[in-house]
């Protein structure tokens, strides 16, 4: 990457994770569109990423975007859930707002927001 950008920050920024045992990814979109992805193997050049978490793809995600995990709105997960909230340090308050998978109606809440 040249240099971090900064986009317009209206809207709603959403992350997608892949956190699993390899393939660990990262996608950013904002109000529903792809603004950046990438894998981890590609930052840290270890085929298939095998046991590591997207902490390199996430960075240059919200690098490229200019922006802080503070902005986003939501993470969409294809992982562990219980391992991705204990990577991101959330206690449970923050995992039920940030990580509200649980709950049956967890996508329509999103939409109301």
């Known amino acids: 990457m040249i ?23 990262c ?25 590591e978490p997207p902490v390199d793809a996430l960075k240059h995600c919200l690098d490229f975007a200019g922006i802080t995990l503070a902005d986003v709105d939501g993470v969409a997960l294809g992982a562990d859930h219980d391992d991705l ?7 449970e308050h ?6 509200p998978y649980n709950s049956p109606d967890w996508a329509f809440r999103l939409r109301m927001r």
């Open 3 to 25: 240099g971090a950008r900064r986009m317009a920050t209206r809207g709603r920024w959403y992350v997608g994770l892949n956190h699993g045992t390899h393939d660990a990814a």
């Open 94 to 99: 923050e995992r039920t707002q940030r990580l």
């Open 27 to 51: 996608a950013l979109l904002l109000d529903g569109d792809i603004i950046v992805s990438v894998e981890q193997e590609r930052l840290s050049r270890n085929k298939r990423a095998v046991e």
């Open 85 to 91: 909230a204990e990577w991101l340090g959330l206690d």
